[in-house]
């Protein structure tokens, strides 16, 4: 059973999972700040009080679950399609990424209310 958010909760964890356990339509607002497949790897700077934090930002097809392939070709054929055109054109990484960020987009929209939800990206 998915379960209702009270308000103002904030999430730090994979967005992925937490949606999941959202029921639809529960939520007014979604701050989203995504990596951007910068193909760097990022790390704090000693001394720091993030010392030793590190963000990988670089993406192949072994970073996400082969389910989601499936899933996306039936469910989405079109935009399995596109996929796979962009795979042809920027490789990989950038279908690896945007197969990532599809799953992500597509909870968003289920679980954000119906006309009066919003999605703020950076």
């Not at 730090?12 to 339509?25: F, H, I, K, S």
């Not at 701050?31 to 010392?51: E, K, R, T, V, W």
């Not at 962009?86 to 990424?97: L, V």
Request: proline share 3%; net charge negative; aromatic share 10%.
């Amino acid at each position: 059973m998915k379960s209702n958010i009270s308000n103002r909760t904030i999430f730090t964890r994979d967005n992925l999972e937490v949606m999941r356990g959202m029921a639809d339509e529960c939520i007014d607002l979604i701050y989203l700040d995504p990596p951007f497949n910068s193909n760097h790897n990022y790390s704090a700077p000693i001394g720091s009080q993030a010392a030793g934090a590190e963000f990988k930002d670089t993406w192949t097809l072994d970073d996400i679950d082969v389910a989601w392939h499936g899933e996306i070709a039936e469910a989405h054929p079109g935009l399995y399609k596109l996929l796979e055109a962009t795979k042809e054109i920027h490789g990989n990484s950038m279908m690896a990424y945007l197969i990532y960020m599809a799953f992500r987009i597509m909870e968003m929209r289920r679980i954000l209310k119906k006309g009066g939800g919003h999605l703020v990206t950076l």
